[in-house]
């Protein structure tokens, strides 16, 4: 079953302007991954924040996490036609015998109108 | 270096039908998962294994689905017999150890599977 759960589901903005996605998540997490996916370049890894950690920059990209709201979200500043995608929130669950199993959101459709 | 291999990158069959998809993860990498992507969804793991090792198959369809990865480099992922449900695109990643909870997954280009 998927874990995280993204809002916005879609998202227009125009280049220039900043895109903020926010995931939720349900059981405890070791650490939390943003991806992205175009049709291009598929899935690609954007950032992982701990879960010791409030808040992680890359670049353009923005990421903090709540642990007491089960919460995380995404910002992108400054967008560009380029940044077009899905993205997608995964989880790492704390504990547990699969190291490295991902569980990922529904995703959130950015469309970055030039 | 080169990324995560997939083939074929397309496939249409009829249900019943069986399907076979191969991946060639980075090489030197450990740690292989398969992932079904239905459209609209994220991905969802469906086996992980370590070498050549399972080491997660709690969400592998196991009537239908099979996986291998002999030698502990390539793998193939199997569906016997095909189901409509089952059109999705089939996603394969690798990743360096994978006994670090930390380590980057790299994902290949993905097979779209549509079942008719």
């Known amino acids: 079953s998927q874990q995280g759960e993204e809002d916005p589901q879609a998202l227009s903005i125009q280049e220039g302007e900043n895109a903020t996605m926010n995931c939720s998540y349900k059981?405890?997490?070791?650490?939390l991954q943003w991806y992205r996916q175009n049709s291009g370049r598929g899935l690609v890894h954007l950032i992982l924040?701990?879960?010791?950690?409030r808040e992680k920059h890359s670049g353009r990209l923005r990421v903090t996490l709540d642990t007491s709201k089960k919460s995380s979200s995404l910002l992108i500043t400054a967008s560009r036609a380029a940044d077009t995608a899905s993205y997608f929130c995964?989880?790492?669950?704390?504990?547990?015998?699969?190291?490295?199993?991902?569980?990922f959101g529904q995703g959130t459709i950015l469309t970055v109108h030039p | 270096e080169a990324g995560v291999a997939q083939s074929p990158r397309y496939k249409i069959i009829e249900k019943r039908q069986s399907v076979a998809f191969w991946c060639n993860p980075i090489?030197?990498?450990?740690?292989l998962y398969w992932y079904q992507q239905i459209l609209g969804q994220g991905p969802k793991l469906l086996i992980q294994?370590?070498?050549?090792?399972?080491?997660?198959d709690s969400q592998l369809p196991k009537d239908r689905f099979s996986a291998e990865r002999l030698k502990g480099v390539d793998s193939t992922l199997k569906i016997q017999p095909a189901k409509l449900e089952d059109s999705a695109v089939y996603l394969c990643?690798?990743?360096?150890?994978?006994?670090?909870?930390?380590?980057?997954?790299?994902f290949g280009p993905g097979t779209r599977l549509t079942v008719l």
């Open positions: 990643a690798s990743s360096r150890k994978g006994q670090a909870i930390t380590d980057t997954q790299y």
């Open positions: 059981t405890s997490i070791n650490n």
């Open positions: 924040i701990r879960s010791n950690e």
């Open positions: 995964a989880t790492a669950r704390a504990g547990g015998t699969s190291y490295g199993k991902l569980t």
């Open positions: 090489s030197g990498h450990a740690t």
């Open positions: 294994f370590q070498n050549n090792g399972v080491v997660d």
